[in-house]
């Protein structure tokens, strides 16, 4: 029988630094998708605000108007000028 020698192999220079190359564009987009994660939350942050604050503008509308429409009665307001007709 013939004994099998344990003949270490090795990777070519070029395709050693092609696997390294690899490894570290994952690493990168690792990276991306976290920052791409974290834009999210904050967005999300900034929509749920926007939407407070939306909701908050339309309350302070309404209190406004009812209050303008009790103190002068139905009517269009010019904004320029401030005249109701």
């Known amino acids: 029988m013939a004994k099998q020698e344990n003949k270490i192999k090795r990777l070519t220079e ?3 630094l092609n696997l ?3 490894k570290e564009e994952y690493k990168n987009i690792k990276h991306e ?3 791409i994660a974290l834009l999210k939350i904050n967005i999300d942050q ?3 605000r926007a939407e407070q604050y939306f909701e908050d ?5 309404s209190t406004l ?3 303008l429409f009790e103190k002068y009665g139905p009517g269009n307001i ?3 000028t401030g005249e109701i007709t």
Do not use: M, W
């Open 14 to 16: 070029e395709e050693l």
């Open 20 to 22: 390294r190359r690899v």
């Open 33 to 35: 998708f976290g920052e």
């Open 46 to 48: 900034r929509q749920t």
């Open 57 to 61: 503008l339309k309350k302070s509308e």
């Open 65 to 67: 108007t009812q209050s």
């Open 78 to 80: 010019n904004i320029d």
